[in-house]
């Protein structure tokens, strides 16, 4: 792949001059299929050594492209925002909505490569590093985000010759300085060495490199501008590498005549109670703990993540209550989690909670959460057993790298019968304040117990990790509950504290 961009290519000027306006035409009249289907977004993640021309490509697509739905999206030295959230934080922010293009300079590539060129990172870790991007790139290909990665390619010599000419300032433009750790030429020969391994370890049938040689300005453009139509094409043509993938029609789902006998909910005892003054006793000594716990000093490099998921009017909302009388508003959010936006159905449907993970110091409670992709999602059939069926791992992914940043992370699902349920409907009809809460939905939901019980046994044995394990509540009680939950929260933020 490297080898080949090796070799000489050059491009006269009288004959970019002739291929540029048949290029242009034909990329803006891709961009306008990609536009008008909103199936399917573009990232370009533009790399290579520093004076290989990243700003100059950039600049020339700018040029060439619908600049109205076109974005750059650039990243740096890591600000304060960024060191405070796990890696792919800002990335996720970035994503473009279906129908845009992304221009990325600096990626999800930059630090492995930098660490691998520096020694910092051996062989075992590298490979480790570029396994996790090859499965995000996967989930971005499946959920609609298409990827076209460049490396604009320059022997060392060469850039090294560019780069000492245009600090003596003989050109009187900026340069995109992407490696200014690795000077020297050593330092970049390992540079060359670890683009090529990730060249081997990340090109993939749905985002493969693209190895374009860099030496000639002319050549560079319109190789870039001929591989980015070609990728446009495949994105919008049926079939295509990159096609538009379809959208399942919502429909009934039919519960079956027999399901897998077994539940998971079934092993808790819903008799469970605690009487009033216990409960009174109990829950304040867990509120202190809580505060004690996220006001402490060693919580400034943590964060907290909550998930609340259960059975409707299992009693979600008034635990909450009870969870935030014990913590500085300043420092959490509660995020309600209803039906996607058209904004959120435009991107990935984890970019919803990656834009709500808190930062360190901060706290997170989502009232329903990323499950509802293999919860309510699949029962009622408004994505494909094929979607719901790799979410798991998407999510199991999605987890790990919020511990891996030091985020604490609780997930509960509060468990009550149909017939404590039917009893908190009534009620919740019969009191002018509380029919709010009440849905045709909810009612609906009823006639699919079968089905949610055999999606939340799922759930439950798949994403029930070390770092993210389930706790299950007995939810009958809402006083047991709400102690339970707390005192889980409690134990959990104190054992992370004292790591």
Not at 28 to 57: E, M, T, Y
Request: a positive charge; charged letters at 30%.
């Amino acid at each position: 792949m490297f080898e080949s961009a090796k070799a000489e290519h050059r491009l006269e000027k009288a004959a970019f001059k002739a291929l540029e306006p048949g290029l242009r035409e034909d990329l803006l009249n891709a961009q306008a299929q990609l536009i008008d289907q909103r199936r399917r977004s573009l990232l370009v993640l533009i790399h290579g050594p520093d004076g290989a021309g990243k700003g100059a490509v950039l600049n020339r697509l700018y040029g060439w492209l619908d600049v109205r739905k076109l974005d750059t999206l650039t990243y740096e030295s890591p600000c304060r925002d960024d060191a405070d959230h796990p890696p792919m934080w800002k990335y996720w922010r970035g994503l473009p909505p279906f129908g845009e293009i992304g221009m990325m300079l600096g990626s999800w590539y930059h630090k492995p490569v930098c660490q691998r060129a520096l020694g910092a990172l051996g062989r075992t870790g590298f490979a480790s590093a570029m396994e996790e991007i090859r499965r995000f790139e996967a989930m971005l290909n499946a959920e609609g985000v298409s990827l076209l990665k460049i490396w604009l390619y320059l022997d060392g010599e060469e850039a090294h010759r560019r780069l000492k000419a245009l600090r003596k300032g003989a050109y009187q433009r900026p340069v995109v300085r992407e490696w200014a750790e690795l000077e020297g030429e050593h330092a970049r020969e390992r540079l060359a060495a670890a683009a090529e391994d990730v060249a081997r370890l990340t090109s993939t049938d749905f985002a493969p490199w693209q190895v374009v040689p860099a030496g000639d300005d002319a050549y560079r453009d319109a190789t870039v501008g001929s591989v980015l139509l070609d990728k446009l094409r495949a994105m919008t043509a049926d079939g295509g590498n990159g096609a538009s993938r379809p959208r399942p029609t919502p429909s009934p789902t039919r519960v079956p005549k027999s399901l897998p006998t077994f539940s998971i909910l079934s092993t808790l005892d819903l008799t469970r109670t605690l009487d009033k003054d216990d409960y009174e006793g109990q829950i304040a000594r867990e509120q202190s703990r809580i505060t004690r716990a996220t006001v402490a000093p060693r919580f400034e490099g943590r964060a907290l993540v909550l998930a609340f998921e259960g059975s409707d009017a299992a009693g979600k909302s008034s635990t909450i209550m009870r969870l935030r009388q014990a913590l500085d508003p300043r420092r959490f959010r509660v995020y309600p989690i209803a039906a996607p936006t058209d904004e959120a159905l435009a991107r990935p449907y984890l970019w919803r909670f990656w834009r709500h993970v808190p930062a360190r110091g901060r706290i997170a409670i989502f009232d329903r959460s990323w499950y509802g992709r293999v919860l309510v999602e699949r029962v009622e059939g408004l994505v494909t057993p094929e979607q719901w069926g790799r979410a798991y791992g998407e999510i199991n992914d999605f987890e790990a790298q919020l511990a891996d940043s030091g985020a604490v992370v609780v997930k509960f699902w509060l468990a009550i019968s149909q017939e404590e349920q039917m009893r908190r409907f009534a009620e919740r009809e019969s009191i002018p304040y509380k029919r709010f809460k009440l849905t045709p939905e909810d009612w609906r939901n009823r006639e699919k117990w079968p089905l949610y019980e055999a999606a939340i046994t799922e759930m439950v044995d798949r994403t029930s990790t070390r770092v993210a394990p389930w706790t299950l509540v007995e939810a009958e009680d809402k006083r047991f509950a709400r102690v339970k939950v707390l005192r889980t929260v409690a134990d959990r933020l104190e054992a992370a504290l004292a790591e």
